[in-house]
């Protein structure tokens, strides 16, 4: 349905040169189809046009202030609301002030939403205009929160507490174990998993050691005590693991993968399984990934509008290799999926071959590699070329099979974007020919590559600011910023368990590969040569994204000095 606004915003941007009359036309056409997109969907997401400048627009031809929505500047406390206000109107409730009550707005203020909203909240509406991509990112947060919260109605089965021999005595576990008092391993498997769900794990490990079986979470990057437990169960326990993911049981000397879904109350989980044979038996490592859920938007990853922009320029050029770098479980495959949604509406031909397919993709085919059906990366990668694609996502470069199977399909014209382990970005060009990618292929085909590492935010409820000393300052290796810069820290409160974070974001570097840099790689330039050469061009390293998010309040100067020394 089109409405007056729509028209009106879509005339001012035209009025005021922000978009031609080809697409304004094309604005008016898409605006008007059945089940249309909303306004600032169409404006941003297809036609093309910054969502600040929209937000600024909509501000000045109705009205209404233009706010930077922040955690910070949200006050009011009703989740009902917030929540109706989301779910009926795509607006955020975010001050109340006796009768009047603020609502951030990402599409115009239509008239009749504003009446309908005065009738059901019974008060004055303020609207005001936001970006959308910050609006998204708040709305994210909020419904993060409630998942977590969800979670956590996830009935226990018992306490581990009660078995842990690090909170009891040795004996009395031991002695529940041998008058069979002891949960059994499944339910004792069970309860593992929905204490980590729970207390929003990623990953969880099983660790053999000398005198006890230990189980950690992997909690925003860092790992956290579970529960540890007589050396006896070891065997016991590894068996459920070993039996839910279809593992051999009697090679116990060789490193295994497999994976199985399950549930846990009304929610619906895949486990990925890994196994590593140690002096003390087998380690396992449990992948925890929720099922349906939706790819991340771009927008809530945490790249600063300069690294967004090269971003974007990179994941739209028409043919090449995009790399994503960082260490293990950093976040790379979430960054793809972002990327691959910048490209959802642009009628591109997209083919993943992943393992495992992490996230459906509606837009996508996905192909999922299965070695033991001989349908490894490499034959993938062929079988899916012949469908013609415009982009491919190949999972990961692991080995040179992979690696030169991406480098050959860039070299055909199709866009590559894949994921590879490294500890820096330029270290990644040596990494790929040492995979046995030759120069002459990787210098004319890598467009770029984006590096980028996890780091704990500060928690929004509880932070606080503070003037670091000289001492702190220099410590870091941070002696350039001035004296007078104030830094923040989470005191701790009960949104955030006590520790002072909540939630994870990235840092990042980009490199874009030049016409420079391509005839560096093809001679095989050291990683010093191909920095040098960068840095001449407005390369900056990861450490200066981190100190951006650290004096704007993001990260703690603790946090920094964990993630970078």
């Known amino acids: 349905m089109i409405r007056d606004e729509d028209i009106r915003i879509s005339k001012f941007l035209f009025t005021k040169g ?23 969907e169409i404006l941003v997401d297809v036609v093309g046009v910054n969502d600040e400048i929209v937000a600024s627009a909509i501000s000045e031809e109705f009205k209404i ?22 779910k009926k109107y795509q607006a955020l409730p975010i001050i109340r002030s006796g009768v009047e ?3 951030a707005f990402v599409n115009p203020p239509y008239k009749d939403v504003l009446d309908e909203m005065r009738r059901d909240a019974k008060v004055f509406v303020v609207p005001v205009a936001v970006k959308r991509s910050a609006f998204d990112a708040i709305t994210k947060k909020v419904n993060v929160e409630k ?4 979670y956590k109605q996830i009935p226990s089965k018992f306490q581990l507490d009660t078995i842990d021999t690090r909170k ?24 593992i998993f929905i204490t980590a769900i729970k207390s929003g794990a990623t990953d969880i490990y099983f660790e053999p050691m000398e005198n006890e079986f230990r189980v950690r979470y992997n909690i925003d990057s860092v790992l956290q005590h579970a529960v540890s437990l007589p050396k ?14 279809s593992l051999n049981m009697f090679d116990k000397k060789k490193a295994q993968d497999g994976r199985y879904s399950t549930n846990y109350g009304k929610f619906h989980f895949d486990m990925r399984v890994s196994t590593l044979p140690t002096v003390e038996g087998e380690r396992f490592s449990m992948r925890i990934l929720k099922k349906n859920t939706r790819s991340v938007d771009i927008n809530e990853i945490g790249f600063s509008p300069e690294n967004m922009s090269l971003m974007r320029y990179l994941v739209n050029r028409p043919r090449g290799l995009l790399v994503i770098a960082g260490p293990s479980a950093a976040g790379k495959t979430t960054t793809v999926y972002g990327c691959m949604n910048e490209l959802r509406d642009s009628q591109k031909n997209i083919i993943t071959v992943e393992n495992p397919v992490e996230y459906r993709l509606e837009f996508a085919s996905q192909v999922q590699v299965d070695v033991e059906q001989k349908l490894d990366y490499a034959s993938s990668m062929r079988a899916v070329l012949r469908q013609h694609p415009d982009l491919i996502f190949l999972g990961e470069i692991r080995d040179a099979e992979a690696g030169a199977a991406a480098a050959e ?14 500890g820096d970005a330029m270290s990644c ?29 500060i928690c929004s409820h509880c932070r606080e600011s503070y003037k670091p000393t000289k001492h702190m300052l220099n410590a870091a290796g941070l002696n350039q910023l001035e004296d007078s810069v104030m830094l923040y820290r989470g005191s701790g409160c009960e949104s955030c368990g006590g520790d002072g974070y909540l939630g994870r974001t990235a840092i990042h570097e980009i490199l874009v590969v030049d016409e420079e840099m391509k005839d560096l790689i093809f001679h095989q330039a050291s990683p010093v040569k191909l920095k040098e050469s960068a840095t001449k061009k407005g390369f900056e390293s990861i450490q200066f994204d981190a100190v951006k998010k650290l004096v704007s309040g993001i990260i703690s100067l603790e946090e920094y000095l964990r993630v970078l020394g």
């Open 18 to 40: 922000y978009i031609d009359k080809l697409k304004f036309d094309k604005f008016n056409r898409m605006i008007g189809e059945a089940n249309a997109k909303q306004c600032v």
């Open 65 to 86: 202030p233009y706010v930077n929505l922040s955690v910070s500047l949200i006050t009011l406390n009703s989740p009902s609301l917030r929540e109706e206000f989301l």
């Open 101 to 103: 009550l603020t609502v």
């Open 147 to 150: 998942k977590v919260d969800e």
């Open 168 to 191: 009891r005595s040795k004996e009395k576990v031991s002695e529940l174990l041998n008058s069979g008092k002891m949960p059994n391993a499944d339910v004792l498997v069970d309860e």
């Open 232 to 245: 006896e169960m070891t065997e016991s326990l590894c068996n459920v693991m070993r039996t839910r993911g």
């Open 409 to 422: 399909a860039a070299l055909t014209g199709t866009m590559v974007v894949t994921t590879i382990l490294s």
């Open 429 to 457: 060009i040596p990494r790929m020919i040492n995979f046995g990618i030759p120069p002459s292929w990787l210098a004319p085909t890598l467009n770029g590559i984006i590096y980028q590492q996890l780091v704990r935010k």
